[in-house]
């Protein structure tokens, strides 16, 4: 046993040192712990005197595990997976009066993701739910560490890992303009049209962004990008304020409807109909709770498709069209 270690370092500390390594940085840390900076550096400070050895270096304004660091660093990221085997198997023989799941998804699925967390929380309210918010690029870096059970996600990362997704809900990007834009009315508009507009963007790193800017590449064309945030909410407000058009997806309408002071464009190739996917590692073994909520959102798809679409009722025809198009492109192949 590591006498040593067991009477003087303590779980907590260990995983403030692991959260700065991973994050890089001790403010990051301290905001994903919910504890203040000194509260961490104390911490970091303590362990080092357990260890006797200097854990970081500064780097300009980032920090570095030294050698000894990465060493504990390693130890740390096989214990906590030990650990977190450990809690998930105890969850497992208490069956589903308790437990705990942790979700990460990403930034525009925080429109929907607390609706079915919400409702699976009703069904299981033994379960103690965590939901992490972030963007595409950090939700792939949370989902190699293994930090979440689940994820939701707009587009599986199958290029980056190989994973394991089930779509649970429609997830349409559209473009969105202010309500007295000229366009707003007009049928058929081209996107040729739309990339003469000022456009907003999300920032790099994100889903949307990304499929918004396939769809201008597919035709050749550029938009003429006025600004990029990294809020759909700043993008709204942007919008209304007649800074420019943007596509996001409808789900971020939710709570105003599409009859509110943004508008919906009726423009060639759009919506571009994505799914909402639950997503999680190949080879992952989930959890008596995390296999729960995957049969819960499944059991729920055909409600979430039904209340997207009854937002903007022309969406259920494209879907459908697209459907029977899947259909025969499916047949074609098996013939």
């Known amino acids: 046993m ?15 040192f692991e ?20 509260t961490v550096s104390m911490q970091i400070k303590k362990l080092v005197d357990v260890l006797g050895m200097p854990l970081f270096e500064h780097v300009g304004r980032n920090v570095q595990p ?5 060493e504990l660093y390693e130890a740390c990221r096989s214990m906590f997976a030990t650990l977190a085997n450990l809690e998930m ?3 497992d023989l208490k069956g589903m009066k308790r437990g705990r799941l942790r979700l990460g998804a990403i ?11 919400g409702e699976f929380s009703l069904r299981y309210p033994g379960i103690e739910v965590a939901l992490k918010v972030t963007n595409r690029e950090r939700i792939i870096e949370r989902m190699s560490a293994n930090e979440d059970d689940l994820y939701i996600m707009g587009h599986a990362p199958s290029d980056e890992l190989e994973v394991v997704a089930f779509p649970i809900a429609p997830n349409p990007l559209v473009v969105m303009a202010p309500r007295n834009h000229p366009l ?16 907003i963007l999300r920032e790099p790193g994100s889903g949307i962004r990304d499929a918004t800017l396939r769809a201008f590449d597919a035709h050749n064309l550029r938009p003429k990008v006025r600004m990029e945030l990294g809020s759909n909410e700043a993008i709204k407000h942007a919008i209304v304020g007649g800074l420019g058009l943007s596509v996001l997806s409808l789900h ?15 423009v060639q190739g759009f919506p571009i ?23 819960f959102a499944m059991e729920i798809e055909p409600r979430m498709r039904e209340r997207i679409e009854s937002m903007w009722p022309a969406l259920r025809k494209m879907i459908e069209k697209e459907s029977k198009s899947t259909v025969r492109r499916t047949k074609k192949k098996s013939s």
């Open 273 to 295: 109909l994505r799914q909402w996917y639950l997503v999680y590692p190949k080879g992952k073994e989930l959890s008596l709770v995390s296999r729960a909520f995957v049969d």
């Open 107 to 117: 930034t525009t699925a925080k429109y929907f993701a607390p609706e079915v967390l």
């Open 66 to 70: 030294t050698e000894a660091g990465m």
């Open 252 to 266: 971020t309408l939710t709570l105003e409807g599409t009859q509110g002071a943004v508008a919906i464009l009726d």
């Open 89 to 91: 198997k105890i969850a």
């Open 19 to 38: 959260t700065i390594v991973r994050l890089g940085s001790f403010t990051r840390a301290a905001e994903e712990l919910f504890l203040t900076q000194p």
């Open 2 to 16: 590591p006498d040593y270690l067991i009477r003087h370092a303590t779980l907590r500390q260990l995983q403030v």
């Open 184 to 199: 707003v009315g007009q049928k058929k508009i081209p996107l040729q049209r739309i990339a003469s507009e000022p456009f």
